[in-house]
T-cell receptor, first 115, second 112 residues
Framework: GAGVSQTPSNKVTEKGKYVELRCDPI?????LYWYRQSLGQGPEFLIY????????DSGLPNDRFFAVRPEGSVSTLKIQRTERGDSAVYLC?????????????FGPGTRLTVT | GDSVTQMEGPVTLSEEAFLTINCTYT??????LFWYVQYPGEGLQLLLK?????DKGSNKGFEATYRKETTSFHLEKGSVQVSDSAVYFC???????????FGKGTMLLVSP
């Protein structure tokens, strides 16, 4: 079946602009995660949804970052007033359940470049 | 907080050589441990996992044993192939939490 998909695959934007990154999880997966992977680093947690609600947003770096999942399926990560330090690959993952579910299925990521 | 430390890469090997990638962790409680692999141009894939001490995870010829006494989860393969060239990430999931903590990744390059 279809895996996790993310769009766009690449996004180049100017400093100060607003961007939206989309994630389509595997159908039926209730848990959805966003991670950020900077060059030469491992993925770092941003936010976790269980259904429509954010169960844990402790990884969001500041209030310029926001994410929604209004219908419990597709999620959008929104970044306001982008900065060059936001340049990274943003990864989305989903799993059938939340806490205690071991396997997270990752999408290919969106590479964000802020110029 | 939780953390994972991996050996730095790249690790460069010839085909059929023995592979070890070291991974140690710091965590409270009793985490589950994972190895993920990222092939060029692809997303992260779960390679293997172990959920309690002394468990051995294995897949595609790769193995790793959960060693609580040394807080380690080293990845091994007896005979690597060119197709194993990828970046390997060690990760942990602490009990009661849902989010993974990753190491920085180790690039493996296998030449014919």
């Amino acid at each position: 079946g279809a895996g996790v998909s993310q769009t766009p695959s690449n996004k180049v934007t100017e400093k100060g602009k607003y961007v939206e990154l989309r994630c389509d999880p595997i159908s039926g997966h209730t848990a959805l995660y966003w991670y950020r992977q900077s060059l030469g680093q491992g993925p770092e947690f941003l936010i976790y949804f269980q259904g429509t609600g954010a169960a844990d947003d402790s990884g969001l770096p500041n209030d310029r970052f926001f994410a929604v999942r209004p219908e419990g399926s597709v999620s959008t990560l929104k970044i306001q007033r982008t900065e060059r330090g936001d340049s990274a690959v943003y990864l989305c993952a989903s799993s059938p359940t939340g806490a205690g579910s071991y396997e997270q299925y990752f999408g290919p990521g969106t590479r964000l470049t802020v110029t | 907080g939780d953390s994972v430390t991996q050996m730095e890469g790249p690790v460069t090997l010839s085909e059929e050589a023995f592979l070890t990638i070291n991974c140690t962790y710091t965590a409270t409680g009793y985490p589950s441990l994972f190895w993920y692999v990222q092939y060029p141009g692809e997303g992260l894939q779960l390679l293997l996992k172990a959920t309690k001490a002394d468990d051995k995870g294995s897949n595609k010829g790769f193995e790793a044993t959960y060693r609580k006494e040394t807080t380690s989860f080293h990845l091994e393969k007896g005979s690597v192939q060119v197709s194993d060239s990828a970046v390997y990430f060690c990760a942990l999931l602490n009990s009661g939490y849902s989010t993974l903590t990753f190491g920085k990744g180790t690039m493996l390059l296998v030449s014919p």
